[in-house]
């Protein structure tokens, strides 16, 4: 630490420094491209949002934004249905087949039967989705955590019409292990 900038003047230390007397008001506005963020939720029509090149100061981009971010939102939970659909897809055909005895007229082909693998195709592609669906997540956690009450409603809304698009089709997946249906 350099200490150039300290003199000793009867016993006391002084400090010389001048970022002592600047104006921090500033950075307690939440200015655009400033560091410090609001930790309360407020209405405003300018915030940077992920990344300094995406920022806003006009109503437009604000609307721009919200309609980017919803979008997003409701890409998410359409991701979530996706991997699930492609996941039962895969258990179906791991399903246990019945033993039956075959006819005399009935070919002996022997049902093809597909063994879960670390290293197959199918499970690359889920690992894939599964980090595209975490990187979206985060996005949007942290689009919330800038408590720009505009943005935080578009994540919302998005998620809700993801949702609404993507989540019914849940209730219609049956699963083949069970029993008691």
């Not at 258990?91 to 670390?118: C, D, F, G, T």
Request: glycine share 6%; with cysteine.
């Amino acid at each position: 630490m350099d200490h150039s900038q300290h003199t000793l003047h009867e016993g006391h230390e002084t400090m010389n420094h001048d970022h002592m007397h600047m104006d921090h008001t500033k950075h307690m506005h939440g200015d655009v491209g400033h560091s410090m963020m609001q930790m309360y939720f407020y209405f405003s029509s300018s915030a940077t949002v992920l990344f300094s090149d995406w920022k806003f100061t006009t109503t437009g981009g604000l609307i721009g934004s919200m309609i980017g971010i919803f979008i997003m939102a409701a890409l998410y939970e359409g991701l979530k249905y996706f991997r699930e659909y492609l996941f039962w897809k895969t258990y179906n055909s791991l399903q246990y087949r019945a033993v039956a005895i075959p006819e005399k007229n009935q070919s002996h082909e022997e049902p093809q039967i597909v063994h879960p693998s670390m290293l197959s195709k199918m499970h690359f592609l889920q690992t894939f989705l599964h980090m595209v669906q975490m990187v979206i997540s985060y996005f949007l956690m942290l689009i919330f955590m800038t408590y720009n009450t505009w943005l935080c409603i578009s994540v919302v809304f998005g998620a809700g019409v993801g949702y609404f698009l993507f989540g019914w089709k849940k209730s219609v997946v049956v699963d083949v292990t069970e029993h008691c249906h």
